[in-house]
């Protein structure tokens, strides 16, 4: 008989490895205004001007993550993990 897969086995990285953080609504939503921001401005630039802010947007996302992603590596190779008083 199978059974369903653990809940931390629905949610993989890119690399079919569980993913390490929670899925967070509040970038996703972020992405969709930026999204939305850029779709607009292709289809309507006379009415619709605000397409570089969804690409600035998209920066500052990319910027939570690499740093993110940074501080934990650099925790990983000093020994530390994240919430460890050492």
Do not use: C, K
Not at 10 to 32: M, Y
Not at 38 to 51: E, I, Q
Not at 67 to 86: D, E, H, Y
């Amino acid at each position: 008989m199978t059974h369903a897969p653990a809940h931390s086995d629905l949610h993989t990285s890119g690399a079919g490895r569980p993913a390490s953080r929670s899925f967070r609504i509040d970038i996703q939503a972020l992405r969709t205004v930026a999204i939305s921001a850029v779709v607009l401005n292709h289809l309507w630039p006379t009415r619709f001007s605000g397409g570089y802010v969804g690409v600035d947007v998209f920066f500052v996302i990319s910027g939570f993550f690499i740093t993110g992603i940074s501080t934990a590596s650099s925790r990983v190779r000093a020994g530390t993990r994240s919430g460890a008083s050492t």
